[in-house]
């Protein structure tokens, strides 16, 4: 019978670095970098919201729940559930919101035909006019972010950072299960 070989709590402790640090992307620093320009894109993208927000007198999160609904409504309205989703929020916040902008005339808030349990938002002809309003200067100002874009070279990109979003959502997934 061979004898056991002795090993250390050591050389198995760099064995597991070793294969984590064979797992990192080799072009971490390219990784990081990457990652703070999406987060300051991030900032500045808030920071455009809060200034439409503002000409019409409402809040940034308003304005983005205003904006779910104008992607996701297709002539019956949104459920409050699917702007939650796609606002990455808490369903009873997009409720409360809504509620407000309803009191301010933005959005117009039904019970939904098949249930009454589930609240349908629409937009207003008010928030439709000032939609109307603020659209020449968005034009303007996205066409000078993306300017150096052709279409196919916008959309290829839009393809790639939407992929990589799902990663993201995958990564999270992983990370909050511990694995």
């Known amino acids: 019978m061979a004898p056991l070989k002795n090993i250390s709590a050591a050389s198995v402790e760099a064995a597991e670095e070793q294969q984590m640090s064979d797992r990192l992307p080799k072009n971490r620093d390219a990784v990081l970098r990457f990652a703070r320009e999406i987060a300051t894109i991030n900032v500045h993208l808030e920071e455009l919201r809060y200034f439409w927000a503002k000409r019409i007198g409402i809040s940034g999160p308003q304005w983005m729940i205003l904006m779910a609904i104008s992607e996701l409504d297709q002539g019956e309205g949104v459920a409050v559930n699917a702007a939650a989703k796609r606002l990455h929020v808490d ?67 839009t393809d790639k950072l939407a992929a990589l979003k799902e990663r993201f959502e995958k990564a999270s997934a992983r990370v909050s299960l511990g694995v």
């Open 91 to 157: 369903p009873s916040f997009v409720t409360t919101q809504s509620k407000l902008l309803e009191k301010k005339g933005f959005v117009h808030r039904k019970p939904a035909p098949e249930d009454a349990r589930v609240v349908r938002m629409s937009l207003t002809a008010k928030t439709s006019e000032h939609f109307s309003e603020l659209e020449t200067h968005q034009a303007q100002i996205f066409g000078f972010i993306f300017e150096e874009f052709d279409a196919s070279e916008l959309s290829t990109f």
